[in-house]
């Protein structure tokens, strides 16, 4: 009975999915336009800031869905919480000898830290956290951004996900702060690859294409305890999940995570894309899709959609 995070007379067997993200979408929609696209990644920029998508999916297999669920976005930094499942499968906790634990309370892009620090991130979903995360999954698989793309095409189930070679290509353009980051990392002798071939790594990862649907299937493993409920394969041990997810609820937004914390109550991981996917423990994953931003670098629409979904159903991990 441990397991069971809920007590038996909870209401999430009664509760209107349906009803209620149709109702936050119709609130959260006038939203869309008050955030603003991530430019610095000139391809994001191009992107029709007036759309949103949320999707759920239960651990007992039911799908809710609305608005834009279905269109494909950049996932971005979402992309970090499948590296980080690969690097803790392959190093166990040898990783925390190369990535701190810590909020960094710093933008996600930002280099003061890594100086004082002395080349070690303060956590896996910083760019300098997920560069190093990218170099432990390529110094441990033959072909590190195919490993990443067969997990995350395994976990949503569907196989024709992939990255978008303009995305990546726009990235590596205009990437000098990440060229900075992971040269300056090197420098430290904390990285084994190469730059080059790291940051092209990184890159595609970040520029992978998926939509909410995909996304919220994807996250299921993490809300069921390291194994996806659809196919029954385990992906990470119990404790491994847990660790995620209290990574990303400490970490997931970046210096807005206490902010986000507050309002919404779950953990979850947002991208530069306009996605944050959350999960409640034993009981669903949920993905939104809006791709203004805040100042954070998180989707203003879609931090509000999820909070007006744990407030309107009652349900967080508090
Ligand atoms: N690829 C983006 C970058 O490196 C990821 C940032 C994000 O989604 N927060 O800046």
């Given at each position: ?16 999915y ?5 109702e ?6 006038p ?8 430019d ?6 191009k ?16 799908i809710y ?14 992309s ?8 803790m499968k392959?190093?166990?906790n ?36 997920a560069?190093?995360i990218a ?15 067969q997990?995350?095409?395994?976990l ?6 992939n990255?978008?070679p ?6 590596k353009?205009?990437g ?7 040269h ?7 990285i ?16 992978i294409s ?25 992906f990470?041990?119990?404790s ?26 779950i953990?979850?991981k947002?991208g530069?894309?306009?996605g ?28 509000m959609?999820?909070?007006?979904f ?8 508090f």
């Amino acid at each position: 009975m441990s397991q069971i995070f809920y007590s038996p007379d909870d209401n999430t067997n009664t509760i209107d999915y349906q009803s209620i993200i149709e109702e936050i979408y119709k609130e959260v929609f006038p939203l869309t336009n008050s955030g603003k696209v991530a430019d610095y990644i000139p391809e994001l920029g191009k992107i029709d800031p007036s759309q949103l998508g949320i999707a759920i999916v239960t651990l007992d297999g039911k799908i809710y869905e609305t608005g834009a669920s279905r269109i494909n976005f950049s996932i971005q930094s979402i992309s970090k919480v499948f590296t980080l499942t690969l690097a803790m499968k392959f190093m166990q906790n040898t990783l925390w000898e190369k990535v701190g634990k810590e909020p960094s309370g710093n933008p996600f892009n930002s280099l003061v830290q890594l100086e004082y620090e002395s080349g070690k991130p303060r956590n896996p979903f910083i760019n300098a956290g997920a560069i190093t995360i990218a170099d432990c999954v390529n110094t441990h698989s033959e072909n590190a951004l195919d490993t990443i793309i067969q997990l995350m095409r395994n976990l949503s189930q569907n196989l024709s996900i992939n990255f978008d070679p303009q995305v990546a290509q726009s990235e590596k353009e205009h990437g000098h702060r990440n060229a900075a980051l992971a040269h300056f990392m090197k420098s430290f002798g904390q990285i084994d690859s190469s730059v080059d071939e790291l940051l092209d790594i990184y890159y595609k990862h970040c520029s992978i294409s998926m939509n909410c649907l995909d996304l919220a299937k994807a996250f299921s493993f993490l809300a069921n305890h390291g194994i996806n409920p659809e196919t029954n394969e385990t992906f990470l041990t119990k404790s491994q999940a847990k660790r995620i997810n209290s990574l990303m609820l400490t970490c997931g937004m970046y210096d807005a995570s206490g902010e986000f914390a507050y309002r919404v109550g779950i953990p979850g991981k947002s991208g530069v894309g306009g996605g944050i996917t959350a999960i409640i423990p034993n009981l669903l994953s949920i993905c939104v899709w809006s791709p203004g931003l805040d100042k954070y670098g998180n989707s203003l629409a879609g931090t509000m959609a999820l909070e007006l979904f744990t407030t309107k159903t009652g349900i967080s991990i508090f």
